[in-house]
């Protein structure tokens, strides 16, 4: 088992996916990247660490506060992560967030066939 980080953006439409990797997988660890309307509104079927940012601040800050959210937090060097909610500011901050925390990263996403590495 690994840990898991995605993003949870304000988007509800994304919030299946996300919904479906957390269920359908064993995670050790599950991070949402998320601000407080998803905090409050996104009901996971299992245990999740809600690492609430606001998504309208600089990038720079952005990145920050992930740090800073998730530093000495991971099992492992390397994380699963799915980015399919969200959009390209919060994937880039997501990003360079984990990188400059020196883990390692699995993408995953849900498919027709289940979760798979892609």
Do not use: Y
């Not at 740090?67 to 390209?88: C, H, P, R, Y």
């Amino acid at each position: 088992m690994t840990d898991l980080v995605a993003c949870l953006s304000s988007g509800e439409k994304s919030w299946g996916h996300v919904a479906r990797l957390i269920k359908e997988q064993d995670w050790k660890n599950i991070f949402l990247i998320t601000n407080d309307f998803g905090k409050q509104n996104f009901k996971p079927e299992k245990q999740v660490n809600f690492v609430v940012v606001d998504f309208q601040k600089p990038v720079a800050e952005l990145i920050n506060d992930i740090v800073k959210g998730l530093k000495g937090k991971f099992s492992d060097f390397e994380i699963a992560l799915n980015i399919v909610s969200g959009g390209g500011k919060e994937h880039m901050a997501i990003l360079s967030a984990l990188l400059r925390l020196g883990v390692g990263i699995r993408l995953m996403a849900v498919t027709k066939e289940g979760i798979k590495e892609l």
